[in-house]
């Protein structure tokens, strides 16, 4: 057996961080309060409704255009670079304007970021998976993910 580690760094922090400095955040805190439920949890209740209420047949379709590079405390794995730092490409005004500072628009931005550790962490298996195929290694047959991502029906 053998057990190869990458990760990202504070990936639940970065998600706080973007949650936090959003508008909606003050009331997304209040209703989790109110429902005694993680703010995470409404977030990705309205996701799944949004999708439904949009016609998608699929939720990752509503951050079509929306890019978020998830590296706010530098990149661990695979690129080792503690000076990257994260972005938020493909902003615009939602139609109609108001709608900037909501907790669907908020939700959507949320969903980008998770969509962004998911695909990150796809790019630390592959590239492990590529530097054990050419050592003639067998590839990764199964990924034990730990801390608050592993636990968010989104991201998992």
Do not use: W
Request: charged letters at 15%; one cysteine or more; glycine letters at 10%.
């Amino acid at each position: 057996f053998f057990l190869n580690e990458g990760g990202q760094s504070s990936a639940g922090a970065g998600i706080d961080f973007l949650l936090e400095m959003h508008a909606a955040f003050p009331e997304l805190r209040r209703a989790a309060d109110e429902q005694g439920r993680k703010p995470t949890a409404i977030l990705n209740s309205r996701i799944s409704s949004l999708a439904s209420e949009r016609g998608l047949s699929h939720p990752a379709f509503l951050t079509t255009g929306l890019f978020v590079g998830p590296d706010l405390n530098g990149c661990r794995s695979p690129l080792a670079d503690p000076h990257l730092r994260g972005s938020i490409v493909g902003l615009g005004p939602p139609r109609p304007a108001e709608q900037a500072n909501t907790i669907d628009a908020l939700a959507v931005l949320y969903l980008a970021a998770v969509q962004a550790l998911a695909y990150s962490t796809r790019s630390i298996v592959d590239a492990i998976n590529a530097a054990r195929k050419e050592a003639a290694v067998e590839l990764i047959g199964s990924i034990f993910a730990c801390g608050g991502l592993a636990h968010n029906e989104a991201y998992v």
